[in-house]
């Protein structure tokens, strides 16, 4: 029993690396733009066959393709803001609602079409390794850390650590925030809006597309894949408070928490159900999030 | 309502002239059954209608009351679930069964409503699709297998009046669900007319435009969009109901799948939320269109398997070009290729 409930600590923790990388992307669209970008989930699916292809075609380790997938990714959210979303963001909320769904049905569509509906997974020579904390000599039986987790864990709090030094260390990064705190004041000191948007768009693009290589590393996946994720991204980030890099951390860590003790409770096919319970009524209590506003 | 240059046009006739082409729509569409059609287009048809009752009854809580409801799938779902129960539990016939269906996905929206409809904008939205998604898995979750068979699904009977054969019964269930998708749409469209002409609509109307404004003027809100919501519902559980009866089969991830949730609203906002024909025909015609791309292989080339992607380029092309549906056409005085540009340079960073 403390074995199944160590094992599940762990399992949360490495999760919640993961989906905090998953959610990062998803905040800082929104918590800038104001915009809910349902095609988030897409971009992680991007991500997970550009490294498929790269290393099932080209034998590249998973590893690898990471920057690979985030620089497609950075191109294609930048042209897509640029190009499409920055001619409709003044318009009321169901219209982006409607465009990046619109998006998000265009881009698993052409996924259908030049990967095919198969289930696929990426799997390296290493992808069983692991380690056993704890173990018990008689049985050998402990916790397990397989590598690749505890890897892809690592990557993401590397990754939001890049960010958070981004965001408040360089020019570009402050002129994101002031964007997102106040557009006509950012306008008047000279930030060009629309640029900042398109680049605020592909980081958040570029995040999703290292979440989606670091998830084709864990789990098969499809080109429908991204809706969970896209899913699991809101509630993180109201969870966390928009606006906050240790907002979106803690709201990861949280829900992976709840999500693995209840995938081992009796509520296990309910998962996504309570989930989204806990989504309601943090949202109700407090709607600016459990760990209230804060702005990067 | 919204004046348009029509409604200049006509003058003091104008109640006159729509209600004339409102009764000769309906009389078109009484009258479609008695044409030759084969069976598809009638099929074709039906659900086109479908689509307009759903994006009308969306109307209720997302164009007059301006609240993003994104997740209408789960009245559409308990609508079909409370009719199939009701007619294979307890052996009720269609019409009150599906009734029951309604009202069950309308008392679902009050429930529901009290506490989310407390939040505004995205965070709206989102909940709603949380709620949605909820209900999917708590209808198809082993606690409730007992009532709703879980992911299994359940067969409903079959349209077969008495002293028909199969065959006979095949093609009458063509005409009758098609005349029902009529009834509906007529229903829905009737109860939206009402509703403009009642405190309740205007009090809705308020609530979108200026919420804290309604709330200081003595409008009872909360009560105001939690009506509004349970209209939506029940609406919208009974095309789940309709649904559930002409298809005689129903799985959990089929009748709530979110693509019921999105059409409806794409219908709703291509036509032009919060007026009384707009989302009728942005429903329709969408729902028209959709099936055309799928089946039809104009210039000899099968789109089936783009069709969806098409539908997206389409709804982004719309989007950037007329943000506010095809009513923003509707409703210029003349038409000019620079409403276009002028929507885009309102609308852009």
């Known amino acids: 029993m403390i074995l199944t409930l160590g094992q599940s600590l762990v399992n949360a923790i490495l999760l919640s690396g993961m989906l905090a990388l998953v959610a990062l992307g998803f905040s800082i669209v929104w918590g800038v733009l104001k915009v809910i970008n349902l095609a988030h989930g897409s971009f992680i699916m991007l991500g997970a066959y550009i490294t498929f292809t790269c290393w099932s075609a080209f034998g590249l380790d998973p590893f690898l393709t990471i920057p690979i997938s985030m620089l497609a990714l950075f191109l294609i959210g930048y042209a897509i803001q640029a190009g499409i979303i920055n001619w409709v963001i003044r318009a009321p909320l169901l219209v982006t609602f409607l465009l990046t769904f619109g998006l998000d049905i265009v881009l698993v569509n052409l996924a259908l079409f030049v990967w095919k509906g198969d289930v696929r997974s990426v799997s390296p020579a290493y992808a069983g390794n692991g380690f056993t904390l704890f173990a018990d000599p008689a049985t050998s039986q402990g916790i397990q850390v397989p590598y690749v987790r505890l890897a892809a864990f690592a990557i993401s709090l590397l990754l939001a650590a890049a960010l958070h030094l981004f965001m408040s260390r360089t020019r570009l990064g402050r002129a994101i925030q002031a964007t997102g705190q106040d557009k006509d004041a950012a306008q008047l000191s000279g930030v060009r809006v629309a640029p900042t948007y398109a680049l605020t768009f592909a980081i958040g693009a570029a995040l999703a597309g290292a979440a989606g290589s670091l998830i084709s590393l864990m789990q098969p996946f499809d080109p429908g894949m991204g809706g969970g994720y896209r899913l699991r991204a809101f509630i993180i980030v109201v969870l966390g408070g928009l606006g906050s890099i240790p907002g979106v951390i803690m709201g990861a860590a949280l829900f992976a928490l709840v999500d693995v003790l209840v995938g081992i409770s009796p509520l296990a096919p309910l998962k996504d159900g309570v989930a989204f319970a806990m989504l309601v009524v943090v949202l109700i209590i407090r709607p600016s999030g459990l760990a209230g506003k804060a702005f990067y | ?349």
């Open chain 2, 1 to 349: 309502m919204p004046t348009t240059p029509f409604d200049r046009l006509l003058g003091n006739r104008r109640r006159l002239v729509y209600g004339a082409a409102g009764a000769a729509a309906l009389a078109a569409l009484l009258l479609v059954p008695h044409l030759s059609l084969s069976g598809f287009t009638l099929t074709w048809l039906t659900t086109a209608l479908l689509l307009a009752v759903r994006a009308q009854a969306w109307n209720f809580i997302g164009g007059y009351t301006g609240y993003a409801a994104f997740g209408n799938v789960a009245f559409y779902g308990l609508g079909a679930y409370g009719t199939a129960v009701a007619m294979t539990r307890l052996h009720w016939p269609f019409i009150p069964a599906m009734l029951a269906g309604a009202l069950l996905a309308a008392a679902y929206a009050v429930l529901i409503g009290l506490p989310v409809l407390r939040m505004r904008g995205q965070y709206f939205a989102i909940a709603t699709l949380g709620v949605a998604e909820a209900t999917r898995e708590l209808v198809s979750s082993p606690q409730l297998s007992g009532l709703t068979a879980g992911p299994t699904g359940i067969n409903l009977p079959f349209f077969r009046p008495a002293g028909l054969s199969p065959l006979q019964a095949a093609t009458a269930g063509t005409r009758y669900f098609y005349l029902a998708a009529v009834a509906l749409l007529v229903l829905v469209v009737a109860a939206t007319w009402l509703l403009t002409r009642t405190k309740l609509g205007h009090s809705l109307v308020a609530i979108r435009e200026d919420e804290d404004a309604a709330h200081m003027l003595g409008i009872n809100t909360t009560w105001a969009k939690v009506v509004s919501f349970a209209l939506s519902a029940f609406f919208t559980g009974l095309v789940g109901g309709h649904y559930a009866y002409w298809r005689t089969f129903i799985l959990p991830e089929e009748v709530f799948n979110i693509r019921y949730t999105l059409d409806a609203i794409l219908g709703a906002v291509l036509g032009g939320p919060g007026t009384l024909v707009g989302p009728v025909l942005g429903g329709f015609s969408y729902d028209a269109l959709s099936t055309y791309l799928t089946f039809s292989k104009p210039f000899g080339f099968d789109l089936g398997q783009f069709h969806v992607a098409i539908l997206g380029v389409f709804i982004v092309v719309v989007i950037v070009f007329l943000p506010r549906g095809i009513a923003d056409l509707l409703g210029r005085r003349r038409f000019h290729w620079g409403i276009f540009l002028e929507n885009i340079r309102k609308n852009r960073a």
